[in-house]
Each structure stands twice: as C-alpha cells, then as structure tokens.
C-alpha cells in the first residue's frame, strides 16, 4: 500500500518501522473476516484494515491523536487473529504497539481514564500490591449491586470486581525460592517466568510446571530480579514502563544465562511468552549490551507446551476418561502460531480432546481489555462460553491465565494445561476440579 | 508540520465525475438527516474517521465519502434510499470492501451504505437445499453455517473468508470451484432488494426458475447499479463424498498452460484446475508452506472429487495427460490438513504477493483456454517491455486469467506504467477472443475499456437498463461505463 511518509519523518526509526509495515499491507482486507471486533460491531474502523489506515492516517499527518483515532484502537485486543489471517505477513503487533505508544504521548485521557490506567499499571505487575487490592476488593465485592448500571464508570468497576477471584491463595513459596533441582540426571536448565498476576491468582500453576518438569530431569530456576514481563504496560502504550520490565528480566537471565547456562526461558503464561519473544524487537535500537541479550533471551523463550514436546512427556496415571475443550489462547495460537502442541500432550495424557467452534476467536480477557472495554469483552465471553458448552466437555484447559480468569465461573472448571499434564504424570488433582 | 485533520494528503486520485457543489454544500444537514434515521454508531461523518473508507481492495485509488452509513434492516437500508432519492445524493454500496476493480470506490458527493452490519443467516431449507442470508454474511460464513449437516456453498471467490455474499451477487463472483460448479449467477435463486427510490423488493425465490423476466440474471453482476441488495438466497449443494488435490509442476508457463489445454481438451472436468507461475509459488509457499515444488516455473492445482475409485480414476488419468507434457514433479495430497495448506496458498496468493512487492494491480481477464500458452508468452514479453515483474495466478480450467502487475506505488511513474501494462493484457485477451472481465467486475479499473469489447449501441443499451432503474443515476455512476458515457447520463437528468 502506498504511504506518504517525508525522508525526515523516516528517520525516525520508530516512523520508519511502522512505514515498512504499512508497505507490507496490500490492503486486500481477509484479515477483517477474523477480527472479533468487526464481527461484533460491523465496521471497518473497528477492522483491522480500518485501525491500520487510522494509523497510516495519523502518523503521516504527525497529527495528536485524537478521540476518535483513539476509540477504535483502544477497541482492538491485541489478539492477533488478524496476522495468523493475513497472507502478506503484515506485523499488525508492532505497528499497533507503535500506536499505543503513540496515543499515550499525545492524547490526553479523560481523567478517571487516567486514573484507571495508571492503577492498573501500578498494581498488576506488583504481585504484593495486586494481592493487597484484591483482599481490598473482596470486601466491596458484595456491593457490587449498588453500583449504577450504564455509564461506563460504574461498568468498569463491576467488571473489576466480578473478576476478583471468591478465593484467595496463600501466597506462596513456588513464587520466590530460586533454584528447583532436577530429579534424575539433569537433562536441561531453564529459568522459569513466573509472572505477576499469575502467582497472585493461581500460584497452582507455577507449582504444577515446577514438579512436572523436575520430574523431567529439567532444573528449574526461578532468577532474583525477574519479575512481570512488561506485556500489561506495554499494551497499554505505557512503554517506559513495560521497558523497566523487560529491562529487569533481560538482566536476570542473561546473568544466570552466563553463570551456569541456559537451556531455555520458560513461560506458562502465553501472554508473557508472545512478550519475551519480542523483546529482541523492542530492544532493537537499545545500546549494546542490551541489544544482543535482548535478542539472546527472545531466542531461548518458549512456552511450556514447546518445552515438554520436545521432552517426550508421559503419563504415569490411567487415562482419566474425561474429555477436555481446548481453548486456543490468542497469544498462544496467534502471537506464538503454537496450536498443535498443547492439544497432542493433553491427547498424550489420556484426555480426550475436543475444540469449540471458532477456536481462533478471543475470548475477551485479552490482558486489561476485560477491565477496559467491559462491554465488548462480555459479549466475547459469553460468545466463546456458548461455542465451549456446545462441545459438552468435562473441563476446559487454556495456557494462559488471562484466559483461565476470563472463563472462570461460566459453569465449566476451566485449567491451566499444565496442570492436567501433572496430574497425570502423578501431581494433584487441580484446584478448580476439586 | 502536523497537518490539519482530514486533509487530503495523497495525489493518487482517479477521474471522478464532477461532484455536486450543492449536495456538498449541505452536508450537515445531510449528515443530521441520516442520524436521526440510524443508530448512533452506524453513521461516520469526521474526515479522520471517513478515511479509511476511502479505498477498498484496489487501494491504488482513493476518494473519501461525503458520509458512510451502516444500517442494520433492509428497512434502514430504505429509509436511506428514499432520503437520498429525494435529495438526488449518490450512493455507493459496500460490503466487505474486497474489490480488486474499485467497485466500492467512493465519490466526494456519495453517501457509502455499508452493509457489514447485516451479518445474519436468516434461514436454512435442507429439505429444499437454499439458504436465505442477509447481504452482510461472508461467502464461507454460509458453507460454515450448513456444513455441519453436509452441505456447502459452492462459489468459492479466493477472498471467500472476507467477501460478503451481497458484493458476490453485485460482481457475479467465480473461484477456483467454478469450473465445475458454475459461477454465483448458477446458484442464486432469489433476492431482496432496495430500489434506487427506495422500494423493497423481493426477486426470484426459492426454486430455479421464477416466472417473468430473469430479473436475477439482470441484477447478479450488476456492479450496485441498479438497486442495494439486502438479502440473498442461494442453493447449497450436498459437499461431495471426498476430494483430493494434485500439484503438478512444470518447466515452464507455456508448457503448463498447453498441459491445462490437453485436460480440458479430453473431456475431463477436475473440479479446479489453477495456475501459478514460480514468482507466486514462491510468495504463497512461504504463507501457506503446503509443499509447493519450489525449482518449477509454473505449477497446475488440480482437485478432483467424488467416491475414492472415482477420484482414483480421475488423478491416473490426469496423471498421464501430465506425463506428456514434460512435468518435473507430481505429487498427490496425502490428508485432508494437506489439502487445506495447499488451498490456504491459493487463496491467500493476492495478498501473498504483499510479501514480495508493496502494491500490485490484480488483472481479470477471460481467454479461450487453446490460446493460454500464447497470451502467457506475450505477457511475459509486455512485461520485459515495461520493465516490471508480473506473477500469474488463475483459474486455468475456464480461462479466467489474473496476472498480478506488480509495481510501488510510492513512484508515480511505476504506477502509470503498471495501469498501462494492465489495460494492454486486457486488451489482448479481447483480441485472443476473450473478454475484460472473468469475475472482478469493471468496476472503474476497466470502465474506460469497455469501448474495446463492446460497440457504441452495444454500450448505449446497457446505459438504457441503468437509466430503467436508476432514472438519476444516482447508484454508484463512476463505474462500470466510460467517465465520458457517465457523466453525460448523469448530467442529462438534470
Ligand atoms: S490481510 Fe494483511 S495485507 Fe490484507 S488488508 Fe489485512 S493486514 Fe493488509
Ligand atoms: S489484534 Fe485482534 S482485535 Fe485487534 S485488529 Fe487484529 S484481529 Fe482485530
């Protein structure tokens, strides 16, 4: 497609970068079939051809954003859907990225906009504070009725609350011990993410991927100074702070990655995991060294699904004679393209698995955009719950906990994979099943 | 500099008939109108938000609207067209915003009514095998409604995942499939439309033949000329038993075209015969990684269906038409995954091209299969002549040509050259005995070359027809007819 950029804005690397995207895009418009947005509401500005024309529009002119720039990109979920779609190979991420930034440095939000926005900046990559606010939450949670339906304000806020778990872990060990030694003969050593929501919501999982990969011969390392990805401020546009992040867990790893070697960075959140992966790009004008640890560390993340294919997983349990609907995370089946290894290990396992119809489409939870844009990601929910009952499954396993939130409380026990893998290979039954 | 919102910053505008200064002059209160017809959401009136309307799958040429405005109802759809009637404003229908010829193309005094939001199947007949949808549903979101009771919709336009049923019926769209199972004109069996004055109108039905005129035939490629379509009921055909694709690759183009020739010339009718050349090999290959035979020059897709002996049948004899034609390699797909990846190529082929040049103009044009390998030669040579690269990706079974110009659209020069190389091919094939447009409709891509396939009465006729049902000429007047033709019309209604 043609653009208009002058030589001087394309010395911009950043303007740059985007340009090269929007001369990718032939503008042939296959990827609005498979965008949840323009399913919903019917319009191309809420397609992606239509946000990336906005894009072109607003970075050619060098124009503030503006409201109405601003509403349609703030509707997009980041899902991905759109490039798994699109022939050309066009990187919608990194030009969406771009515009998020873009918006957060010239557009000035509504107040309580703001205010929304830096909370959640400010509390979910902290896990002692996400933990703090949800004891705090919980308590309201019961008055949730007394909020005012309609303006967008009070919807916001019971979102947040019907999102808050009844149930509050105990804060646990898994989450800040270091090193997690292999049984057997050491077959690998990885450094495992543990996030920051996560470890809040369901410290299970960390526990669940630890024993299951000790179990595999696999030495487990949890590096101080790692902590939250960067992938919730980053989506938000917040870039400074989505690099402190990254920043943060380049340095962790790379220093256990010269100490005593890696053999991977494993996530078990796929949210996280499309994140990693791109910290080479995001990293790409940054001095050196960072630039090449940056893409070192990228290069070596995987998600726990890859990991365990390439481990020849087994079960030790009989089979358990249920049957498991697969829920295709976004960042898992569209950031990542990982869409066969998680449904042939839970097969491996003994389950049987089914898939919702339209398995490429979001299920709402989308990192923050459940909290944001309540309305859309509600209909989302109830789209994709509708689709997953229809397989009439005993459970339903998802890689990430985004999702895991999202669908939680629809009816179904909704797990982590990892969890079901364990299980079967002689681990607890999982919580939400018990 | 930042530049003030909304101002046009591109040059690359087609010829447009002159927009009128009084519709123009009212467009608040235009604008207001259509509010206070149409929920909030479904009117787009800020320059910055009407621009990415302002182009569809031919983005070489851009216009931004007046308005866009995205009923819901076919009463909405009405309601919009009497107002515009009475007000003499222009209107230009869009449904996916897919065409490859500017068929959605807007003008600066036309309202676009997109029809997106119109995305139900309203009913399924397995008993009478038709299915009735509104014109907002895509052309796979029909085959995905029935096909868990196997049925499917057979056209199958390589956009089919995006394209919208209404924007089928409007370019009287083909596909890979057509060969056997003929194009949307063969499987439409009744219409709703909205007329010029804003009637509603209900065409055909639900059975083959209706009595009267073909008024379905009159409308399906009727390029939004002659009334909005709102809803369309179509036939769904039982999906056969199996099918299975072969690939077959080739030294070069004339020689794959001579072996499409020999299958079609022995009586067999595989259900898709396609043609690529080695650049769109090598784009789709690295979309789609289907195995495509990366060392040919050219390559044939060839899908046979039915029981598993008949389709055995079919591949050993289409196998020994190959043989003769010098092939490097055959191979048969092994899975139905396969089969899928190597279909996800073709049809993705256009946007794969993305991959390897920024812009590229899609040709449509139809030629008797016997001159294939000499149109494939004598493209090659133009292309040599204008120094720029084409790939060649179409229906080969009926002779339903799409070479892709590619060119950057950043260097104005590029662009005149790939229009001039575009309008050439086309008139080669009129001349080899075919004509300008397989399925892509004229849109304003091929309006000005009409004069070359038709005779100035031939012409006069058709423009009698629009006039028929669109007296003002009012429905979407930039295209299908040379400017010249069109503005004459338009100026004479007034
Ligand atoms: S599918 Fe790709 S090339 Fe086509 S419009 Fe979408 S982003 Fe652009
Ligand atoms: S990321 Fe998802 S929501 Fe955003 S444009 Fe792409 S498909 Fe649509």
Redesign the pocket.
């Given at each position: 497609m043609q653009t208009n950029f002058t030589a001087e804005q394309l010395r911009d690397p950043e303007t740059s970068a985007a340009n090269q995207v929007l001369r990718t895009c032939v503008h042939c418009g296959l990827?609005t079939a498979?965008?949840?947005?323009?399913l919903l509401l019917g319009d191309e500005l809420?397609?992606?051809r239509g946000?990336i024309y906005l894009i072109k529009d607003m970075l050619e002119a060098q124009r503030p954003a503006t409201e109405d720039v601003v509403r349609h990109i703030d509707?997009?979920?980041?899902?991905?859907?759109?490039?798994t779609?699109c022939p050309s190979g066009v990187n919608?991420?990194h030009l969406?990225d771009h515009a998020r930034t873009y918006i957060e440095r010239t557009y000035r939000r509504p107040w309580h906009e703001r205010a929304l926005r830096a909370g959640l900046g400010t509390v979910l990559p902290r896990p002692w504070l996400f933990r703090l606010t949800l004891l705090g939450a919980r308590l309201i949670r019961p008055m949730t009725g007394l909020l005012p339906r309609g303006g967008m304000l009070g919807e916001r806020v019971r979102a947040m609350l019907e999102l808050t778990p009844t149930r509050l872990p105990h804060s646990n060990s898994a989450n800040t011990q270091q090193v997690y030694r292999a049984q057997g003969a050491r077959r690998a050593r990885i450094a495992l993410l543990t996030g920051c929501a996560q470890q809040v919501l369901a410290p299970e999982i960390n526990q669940a991927t630890i024993r299951l990969l000790t179990r595999l011969g696999v030495e487990v390392v949890v590096a101080p100074g790692a902590g939250c990805c960067g992938a919730l401020t980053h989506h938000m546009g917040q870039h400074d702070a989505a690099m402190t992040s990254a920043r943060a867990n380049i340095a962790a790893w790379s220093d256990q990655l010269k100490e005593e070697g890696l053999d991977a960075v494993v996530v078990n959140a796929s949210g996280c995991g499309t994140m990693v992966k791109d910290y080479g790009f995001m990293f790409r004008t940054e001095p050196e060294p960072w630039r090449s640890n940056a893409e070192q560390i990228s290069a070596l993340a995987c998600d726990v699904s890859e990991l365990l294919s390439r481990l020849n997983y087994e079960p030790t349990r009989a089979p358990p004679g249920l049957t498991v609907a697969y829920h295709s995370a976004?960042s898992l089946q569209?950031g990542q393209r990982i869409t066969a290894e998680p449904k042939a290990l839970l097969q491996r396992a003994g389950f049987t698995v089914v898939e919702p119809a339209e398995p490429h489409i979001?299920c709402g939870s989308a990192g923050t955009y459940n909290i944001l844009q309540p309305a859309l990601a509600s209909r989302l929910r109830k789209r994709k719950l509708d689709n997953l009952r229809a397989t009439t499954p005993d459970l339903v396993a998802a890689g990430n906990i985004g999702c895991i939130t999202q669908l939680s409380g629809g009816g179904l026990p909704v797990v982590h994979t990892v969890e079901l893998l364990d299980w079967m290979a002689g681990g607890p039954v999982p919580e939400a099943m018990a | 500099m930042p530049r003030p919102a909304g101002e046009i910053i591109l040059t690359n505008m087609i010829n447009q008939p002159e927009p009128k200064a009084e519709i123009l002059a009212r467009r608040d209160t235009i604008v207001a109108a259509f509010r206070g017809m149409l929920p909030p959401e479904a009117v787009i009136a800020e320059p910055i938000r009407l621009r990415p309307y302002e182009t569809d799958g031919l983005s070489a040429y851009r216009q931004p609207p007046l308005a866009v405005v995205l009923p819901e109802t076919t009463e909405q759809v009405a309601a919009v067209m009497r107002y515009c009637h009475a007000e003499g404003i222009r209107v230009v229908p869009r449904g996916a915003g897919t065409s490859l010829s500017g068929g959605a193309l807007p003008m600066a005094d036309a309202v676009v009514v997109g029809l997106m939001k119109m995305n139900r199947i309203l009913d399924i007949d397995y008993a009478d095998r038709c299915a009735t949808v509104q014109a907002g549903v895509t052309n796979i979101g029909i085959t995905d409604a029935v096909q868990g009771r196997g049925f499917f919709y057979a056209p199958d336009p390589s956009s089919q995942l995006a394209c919208m049923i209404g924007g089928n019926v409007n370019m009287n769209s083909g596909g890979a499939h057509c060969l056997k199972y003929g194009v949307t004109a063969n499987n439409l069996l009744g219409l709703k439309i909205v007329t010029a004055e804003g009637d509603v109108l209900n065409i055909g039905g639900r059975h083959l033949d209706a009595a009267g005129y073909d008024w379905l035939g009159l409308l399906t490629g009727s390029e939004g000329q002659l009334a909005v379509i709102t809803e369309v009921t179509v036939r769904i055909l039982r999906s056969p038993e199996g099918a299975r694709a072969m690939l077959a690759a080739f030294r070069s183009n004339e020689i794959a075209g001579a072996c499409v020739d020999s299958i079609i010339s022995s009586g067999i009718i595989p259900v898709a015969l396609e043609f690529m050349d080695r650049p769109a090999i090598h784009a789709c290959e690295d979309f789609a990684h289907a195995g495509y035979p990366l060392d040919a020059e050219a390559m044939l897709i060839i899908e046979v269906e039915g029981s598993s002996e008949e389709q055995d049948a079919l591949l050993a004899r289409i196998r020994a038409i190959c043989e003769q034609h010098d092939p490097i390699s055959m191979k048969v797909s092994q899975s139905a995954e396969e089969s899928l990846a190597i279909w996800k190529g073709r049809k993705g082929a256009f946007g794969a091209i993305g991959r390897i040049s920024p812009d590229y103009l899609c040709m449509d044009g139809v030629i008797p299969t016997s001159r294939l390998p000499e149109v494939l030669r004598r493209i090659g040579e133009m292309g040599d002549v204008y120094g720029l690269k084409v790939a060649n990706i179409f229906h080969a079974g009926d002779g339903n040509l799409h070479p892709l110009i590619m060119f950057d659209a950043n260097d104005p020069e590029s662009f005149r050259k790939a229009e001039q190389f575009g309008a050439d091919i086309l008139k080669l094939c009129v001349e080899m005995g075919g004509c300008l447009t397989g399925e892509h409709g004229v849109g304003v891509e091929k309006r000005d070359l009409m004069p070359v396939q038709f005779k100035a009465e031939e012409l006069e006729q058709q423009r009698r027809i629009k006039t028929a049902f669109d007296p003002d000429w009012l429905l979407n007047p930039n295209k299908v007819f040379p400017l010249a033709a069109s503005s004459e019309r338009s100026a004479r209604t007034h």
């Open positions: 990827c498979t965008c949840p947005t323009f809420d397609s992606p946000r509707r997009c979920l980041s899902c991905l859907a759109c490039m779609t919608y991420m969406v976004c569209h979001c | -």
